[in-house]
């Protein structure tokens, strides 16, 4: 799953010039916690609830009353094409809850760490079915019956047996890449060799 299955379209955004009671009212009205500030059509902040705690203090001639006086400028982007996995390392490296997605110099969207967690509420049966087709597509050389899926609570379960220790390899951790996996638990052997034990990958 991609960054642009699962991001929000048509995001409220604030300009620099914007007072702050307005952002208040819109941080409230659409229920988020953090906005775009684009001036002339490019990001060039973002402005989140806490920012609007009273603990900014203006200068002489200049008291704090807009998005630009409290924003933070240097802000943590995603693009499109990133997987859900990469960009929930993102979020986390840099200790933020949401972020915009651009396209080029543009924002499409925004995703929040909530958005992140769609993948996990795929059903066993979607997941199973993906596994099954990554398995068996054809470019691995597994053929039909060698691997057995079960799948409980997300958790994937592999048996059977298959041709090298390359290709056990291979395909636990393309079952691993499938959106909404939890944990796999790889019992598959290779042909030839005695193995003791479940492997967890």
Excluded: F
Excluded at 86 to 91: D, M, N, Q
Excluded at 152 to 170: N, P, T
């Amino acid at each position: 799953m991609r960054v642009r299955d699962v991001m929000t379209v048509g995001v409220v955004a604030v300009a620099p010039t914007t007072r702050l009671k307005e952002v208040a009212s819109l941080l409230v009205g659409a229920r988020v916690s953090g906005l775009p500030v684009v001036d002339e059509g490019k990001l060039v902040g973002i402005v989140t609830e806490s920012d609007l705690m009273p603990l900014h203090e203006g200068t002489p001639g200049h008291p704090v009353q807009t998005a630009a006086d409290v924003m933070t400028r240097k802000v943590v982007t995603l693009v499109e094409e990133m997987t859900v996995t990469s960009a929930a390392r993102v979020l986390e490296r840099h200790r933020v809850k949401r972020a915009p997605v651009m396209r080029g110099d543009r924002m499409v969207g925004i995703v929040s760490r909530g958005d992140l967690l769609r993948p996990y509420l795929r059903t066993d049966l979607e997941i199973r079915a993906e596994v099954e087709e990554l398995i068996l597509a054809g470019s691995l050389g597994v053929r039909a019956g060698e691997v057995q899926v079960l799948v409980e609570d997300g958790v994937v379960q592999l048996d059977g047996e298959v041709e090298s220790e390359r290709l056990r390899a291979i395909v636990s951790r393309l079952v691993r890449s499938v959106d909404g996996v939890v944990d796999v638990v790889d019992n598959v052997t290779v042909a030839g060799q005695t193995r003791v034990g479940p492997a967890v990958a």
